[in-house]
Structure formats: structure tokens, C-alpha cells
């Protein structure tokens, strides 16, 4: 069973068009997060999610909005796509356990490779 | 400023020798958490090993291990008997929790590890 699953792997799209990433998780976890890869590798949050609601976001452009249907579901949409977005984004999930801190594990899922032409 | 800091950008390992990748890191709370993360060529994020800044012993799973020395804010991995297939990116990150619950993962980096046959 996948624990963290993102749609599409790939995606590859002109300057200028609407896309979407869909990202569910079937742990029950309360947290859910959006993290960009760039070309060097360099992995950066973008959003968190706690229960539907918007915890973290890391000076992202507007164009990037979040939505979360439900806490097992976490979508990312972009508008109008720029060259500079071309990157591969991982979506995550967690349960963060205050009390106790080793069950705070970060699933990813396996990635969206999307290109901007 | 840089939170987590990887020196080693890259490192090439022969097989079956041990291997220490560096991690340092910046932060004045007194709880956090600190991760290993593995990126083979095929793109996943897979979770190694973790450690808790309360932790008194270093965490150890399977031939990982991380020794970590809080005083000098270090987390360094340690590969035994290292593989062919330990080659990969390895990524250290930090997770903080705010006052007011909110927690963040802030990677480090990379180091690209090759193993020589």
C-alpha cells in the first residue's frame, strides 16, 4: 500500500498555464507539507498543513495556492507557470507527536517532476 | 543564515568501508529533532534515522548510526560496511517546533555518496 501517493509524476507544460498536483496520504496523519526540489537538489518547505488548516508558508508566490479537501488530501496549485518553477515537488505527511518526539517521521511521497517550457 | 550545514558535497567511498557524512546545525531551542534523509537516482525521500535533541544515547538503526555531539551542534551519519547500493544523496535536516506548535523541516544541502566497487 502507498503511504503517500502525488499525481501526476510527471508533468511538463508551456509558460503561462494553470497546473495542479494532487497529493493523498492514507496514514492518518494530521500534517501534511509541500516541499520544492530544484535543480541543484536543495529541498525547501513551501506550505504545511495541520488539520485542513494553513500552519507554514514559506514566502511562496500567490500563484502557488494549497488546498486541502479533507486532512488526508493536500493539493497544490499553480498559476501561471514560470520557467523558474520547473522543479520536482515532494509532498509529505507526519503525525507530529509532542510527546513523543521519535514517531515524528516525515513520509514522502515519490515526487512530481514538473518542467515549465 | 543556513540552519543545517552539509560540508561534504560530494564523497567517494570503496565498498565495504565506513563512511561519515557531516552535519552541523544552528538553532537555540532546547527541543528539536534532527533527521537523515536517503535520495537514490530514482527520486524518493527515504527516512533513515533519528535523533531527539533530550536523546542521551546516539541513535543507531541497522548499519546506520549518528553521532551526534550536542555541544558542538554536530549530527554526522555513519554508513558500517558500506554498499553499492548506499549510493545516493543523503540529506540531514532539522526539525523545530514553534511556540505555538507550528514545526518545520529545514534540510541541509546534500552530500552526493558514491561507493566504489
Known amino acids: 500500500d502507498t503511504a503517500v501517493s502525488q499525481t501526476p509524476k510527471y508533468l511538463v507544460t508551456q509558460m503561462g498555464n494553470d497546473k495542479s498536483i494532487k497529493c493523498e496520504q492514507n496514514?492518518?496523519?494530521?500534517?501534511m507539507y509541500w516541499y520544492k526540489q530544484d535543480s541543484k537538489k536543495f529541498l525547501k518547505i513551501m506550505f504545511s498543513?495541520?488539520?485542513?488548516?494553513?500552519?507554514i508558508n514559506e514566502t511562496v508566490p500567490n500563484r502557488f495556492s494549497p488546498k486541502s479537501p479533507d486532512k488526508a488530501h493536500l493539493n497544490l496549485h499553480i498559476n501561471s507557470l514560470e520557467l523558474g518553477d520547473s522543479a520536482v515537488y515532494f509532498c509529505?505527511?507526519?503525525?507530529?507527536?509532542?510527546?513523543?518526539?521519535?514517531?515524528?517521521?516525515?513520509?514522502f511521497g515519490p515526487g512530481t517532476r514538473l518542467t515549465v517550457t | 543564515a543556513q540552519k543545517i550545514t552539509q560540508t561534504q558535497p560530494g564523497m567517494f567511498v570503496q565498498e565495504k568501508e565506513a563512511v561519515t557524512l557531516d552535519c552541523t546545525y544552528d538553532?537555540?531551542?532546547?527541543?528539536?529533532?534532527l533527521f537523515w534523509y536517503k535520495q537514490p537516482s530514482s527520486g524518493e525521500m527515504i527516512f533513515l534515522i533519528y535523533?531527539?535533541?533530550?536523546?542521551?544515547q546516539n541513535a543507531t538503526e541497522g548499519r546506520y548510526s549518528l553521532n551526534f555531539q550536542k555541544a558542538r551542534k554536530s549530527a554526522n551519519l555513519v554508513i558500517s560496511a558500506s554498499q553499492l547500493g548506499d549510493s545516493a544523496m543523503y540529506f540531514c535536516?532539522?526539525?523545530?517546533?514553534?511556540?505555538?506548535?507550528?514545526?518545520?523541516?529545514?534540510f541541509g544541502t546534500g552530500t552526493r555518496l558514491t561507493i566504489i566497487p
Open positions: 509529505a505527511s507526519s503525525q507530529l507527536g509532542l510527546a513523543d518526539w521519535s514517531s515524528y517521521e516525515q513520509y
Open positions: 498543513y495541520n488539520n485542513k488548516e494553513l500552519i
Open positions: 535523533q531527539g535533541s533530550y536523546d542521551e
Open positions: 496514514l492518518g496523519h494530521d500534517t
Open positions: 535536516a532539522m526539525r523545530e517546533i514553534s511556540n505555538f506548535g507550528n514545526e518545520k523541516l529545514t
Open positions: 538553532t537555540s531551542d532546547q527541543s528539536y529533532g
